[in-house]
């Protein structure tokens, strides 16, 4: 069992996915920072007032008298539909830069396949230029 384990964790698949899981992750940090330092203050300040979307909610219980949205969770349940947004948008971000990333490597792709087929091909090596030429000989004798 301790080999099948071996063998399944030592798949390039696995490792891949790992990496991506991890890489993920320190990418989530920076859209979060994008959204929530830069993109949040902008959208706030066009919206009248620098607020932010964060601390929105509907208290769902009488007890809740708080005007933040985490000394409201303390006191009870909230309906937190600003934190949603805030959520929202760092998703549609996140998937406006993963669009714009693969677009760029799709053109670079496209950019290499088409030096790759615009490039002449190089002559054949010498041992099988000579290999050619005996079997073009041998043809000809035939």
């Known amino acids: 069992m301790l080999n099948e384990f071996k063998e399944f964790i030592a798949r390039g698949n696995v490792m891949d996915l790992a990496v991506g899981v991890i890489i993920g992750a320190a990418f989530n940090k920076i859209v979060t920072s994008v959204v929530e330092d830069l993109v949040m203050p902008i959208v706030g300040a066009l919206t009248g007032g620098g607020f932010d979307f ?28 600003g934190n949603f947004i805030t959520v929202f948008i760092n998703f549609l971000i996140l998937a406006w830069i993963i669009f714009l990333m693969i677009k760029a490597v799709n053109r670079m792709r496209t950019s290499l396949e088409k030096q790759k087929e615009a490039a002449p091909a190089a002559p054949p090596a010498e041992d099988i230029q000579l290999l050619s030429e005996i079997r073009d000989l041998l043809k000809q004798r035939a």
């Not at 969770?73 to 539909?81: K, L, S, T």
């Open 54 to 81: 964060s601390n929105y909610f509907l208290p769902l219980s009488a007890n809740v008298t708080a005007t933040s949205l985490a000394a409201a969770r303390q006191q009870g349940a909230v309906f937190a539909y």
